[in-house]
């Protein structure tokens, strides 16, 4: 039995202009996570994947200030994560709470993706 978390990003599920290469990427990520899900269920592994939206790290401090307020203003709950929610997020998916769920993915983005 085990746990494996993958991480995706929100741009794998919604797309993101400009960043065809990422996107991509991260839609394999997910396609991957899925296709582990199922062929592990059988030996009790679990697989799933979380998908962070705009979190602040040093790559997002360094963004002009339109392209901050643009992707904010995408953002229903109006903040950008931090690493610590997406790092709760990957706790509670290797946890033995999380035993029964596989093969999904959990958007860490203040309703971004919804």
Do not use: H
């Amino acid at each position: 039995s085990g746990r494996i978390v993958n991480i995706a990003s929100v741009s794998g599920l919604m797309g993101n202009p400009g960043q065809a290469n990422y996107s991509a990427s991260k839609a394999g990520v997910v396609g991957f996570t899925k296709t582990v899900a199922r062929e592990m269920a059988g030996r009790n592994i679990c697989c799933n994947a979380v998908a962070p939206g705009f979190i602040d790290t040093e790559m997002t401090r360094v963004l002009p200030d339109k392209a901050k307020e643009r992707a904010l203003s995408l953002i229903p709950l109006g903040r950008m994560g931090t690493v610590d929610d997406v790092a709760a997020a990957v706790c509670f998916l290797a946890s033995d709470e999380a035993g029964y769920i596989t093969g999904q993915v959990l958007a860490v983005d203040g309703g971004m993706a919804m």
